[in-house]
């Protein structure tokens, strides 16, 4: 049974850092792309970030480039998302997503993510 289970969400001040995990089982972690999804109150899915099988490819959101560090454990199967400089428009529930596939690219496709961890709240307020 292929389990993503998220972590390490929470309240944080502007400004502030928080590093998410993801820990998976169930499957080969480095066979495929991994994302981190989320979802603010009253919007849509936004992809946040994501790393390629191996690590060597990253993406991430525009507004999230050089503020949020993707990465990925292969000993521990897990996920992580450092996220610094935090802005109210951060606040959203985060999701882990296991692609379908080993290549990220520049276009996400939610039919591509074929696992869902049940999220994080990550607030930013003061």
């Known amino acids: 049974e292929v389990q993503l289970v998220e972590s390490g969400g929470g309240l944080v001040q502007p400004g502030g850092s928080l590093r998410l995990s993801c820990t998976t089982s169930?499957?080969?972690?480095?066979?495929?792309?991994m994302s981190w999804v989320r979802q603010a109150p009253g919007k849509g899915l936004e992809w946040v970030s994501g790393?390629?099988?191996?690590?060597?490819?990253?993406y991430y959101g525009e507004s999230m480039r050089g503020r949020f560090t993707i990465s990925r454990d292969s000993a521990k199967n897990t996920l992580y998302l450092q996220m610094n400089s935090l802005k109210s428009e951060d606040t959203a529930v985060y999701y882990c997503?296991?692609?379908?596939?080993?290549?990220?690219?520049?276009?996400?496709?939610?039919?591509?993510?074929?696992?869902w961890g049940q999220g994080t709240q990550v607030t930013v307020s003061s």
């Open positions: 997503a296991k692609g379908n596939f080993k290549n990220i690219s520049t276009q996400f496709y939610e039919k591509d993510y074929n696992y």
């Open positions: 169930g499957f080969t972690f480095d066979d495929f792309v």
């Open positions: 790393i390629s099988w191996n690590g060597e490819s990253t």
